[in-house]
Structure formats: C-alpha cells, structure tokens
C-alpha cells in the first residue's frame, strides 16, 4: 500500500493511498479537485472512496468534481452534515469505514479544531489521518471547541500505538516547531526533531507522515500535563509571531 500527499494551496496537503495491483484509491480531505485529478491520471487510479475529516473549504473543495468524475463514495462526519456536499454516508465515533483492498478505516471523534471533527485510524496500516487536529508538534486552531475538548481529544489520540504513523493535513511542522521550542527551550528530543525538519523542508520534502510515539515524546500539546497547561500552550501559540 502507497500512501502519498498531494500538496494543494500553501500548506494542505491531500493524502492519496493506493494499491499498484487494484490500482484503487482513497483520498483525505481534497480541498482542490485539479491536483487530485492530475495525480489520479498519471498514475492511473480509480478513486473510491474520499474521507473528511472536517468541513472547512481547504479540505471539502475538490468533493463535488470528484464525484462527478468518478462515482466514488464520500463520507464525512454526522455533526457537520450541513457544511459539507454530496456525502453518501455520515459517520459517528466508533463507525467503521470498508475501504476494500485498503483495509478499513476506524472514526474516531476529536472535537476542538471543529465541533465535528474526526480522524480515521486504519489499524491494519498502522496509520491515522488527523486532519487539523493533531499536527506535527502541534495541534489545530479551536474554531469552535473548548481547550478541554481538543486536550481530551489529543490525549484520546495519544493512546493509539506509538508506532502508528500520523498524517495530518497541512505542513506548518517548522513553524510549529519554533513554538515549541519557545516552550520545551534545550529538550533535547524536540531538537533532535527539528533539526531532522529543518533537512527534509530545505530539500523541499514533507515533514510528515510522524510516528505517534515520536509526537507524544516532542510536541508541547501531547505533553502538556493537564488542561489548565494546554490552554496556556495554545493561547500562546495563537499570539506566536
Ligand atoms: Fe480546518
């Protein structure tokens, strides 16, 4: 199984996962149909089924095209049924997601970046897709939910295996990064990380996918201690320059 982004604006990224046999795939949050289709083309994939993890324009954009092209199945989560087009199935937390050959695709509910945000946990992968919850040394905006919703939900997400690989939906890993030095000043393992980041962006290369474990070890928001911390952390990266 491949798995593989397709950058789209600034900083998104559309996860791709596909077989080379069946030639089937599934993509996450394609805010941009043009990119997606471009790529499906040249490698010469057949597109079933789009997850979302959340409703914002940057990850919803490219449903409408994509359906239209290929018939595929869309699901996205129940509570944000108004905000998204063209879904064929709502999903809650605990919902299963058959994606054939690709295994399946277990829903997780993380609210805080949204009210009706989800991740996907596909167990047999060892992958999880987080949209804007969980980024690399960091976490999502809270647009709409409460800092004990998101630090509940990152904690949730935490007790996944270590060696889970995440994948997240935008590239702000360097920037996050100088966060959390700003917070974890001379942490050794934090350093370890950024310098790694700092190699793979000057070779214009992703900083993602990240194994949990390396996460729950580097990025301030998986180690704050409680929620009173989290806030702290998060209001602070709101006012970061
Ligand atoms: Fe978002």
New binding site residues.
């Given amino acids: 199984m491949i798995i593989e982004p397709i950058p789209c604006f600034e900083t998104n990224y559309v996860w791709l996962i596909y077989d080379e046999v069946y030639k089937n795939a599934v993509v996450v949050d394609p805010g941009d149909a043009k990119s997606v289709l471009q790529v499906l083309e040249e490698k010469q994939l057949s597109l079933k089924t789009i997850l979302i993890t959340?409703f914002?324009n940057?990850?919803i954009g490219g449903i409408g095209e994509l359906k239209s092209t290929f018939q595929c199945e869309v699901v996205a989560p129940e509570k944000e049924a108004a905000h998204i087009p063209d879904v064929d199935r709502f999903l809650h937390e605990g919902d299963y997601v058959s994606l054939g050959n690709i295994g399946k695709a277990q829903v997780l509910e993380t609210p805080g970046?949204?009210l009706g945000s989800i991740c996907y946990y596909l167990s047999d992968l060892k992958v999880v897709f987080t949209?804007?919850t969980l980024f690399s040394l960091g976490c999502?905006r809270l647009?709409e939910g409460s800092p004990a919703m998101m630090y509940h939900s990152l904690n949730r997400l935490a007790t996944l295996p270590d060696e889970t690989m995440v994948y997240c939906?935008h590239e702000y890993t360097l920037d996050n990064g100088r966060f959390a030095t700003s917070v974890l000043p001379n942490y050794q393992p934090l350093k370890n990380r950024l310098e790694q980041v700092k190699q793979l962006r000057q070779n214009h290369l992703p900083t993602l996918p990240v194994s949990l474990g390396e996460e729950k070890k580097t990025n301030p928001f998986l180690l704050a201690k409680n929620v009173t911390e989290f806030t702290d952390y998060r209001k602070a990266k709101d006012h970061f320059a």
Avoid: E, Y
């Fill in positions: 959340h914002h940057d990850h970046h949204t949209g804007d999502g647009f939906a």
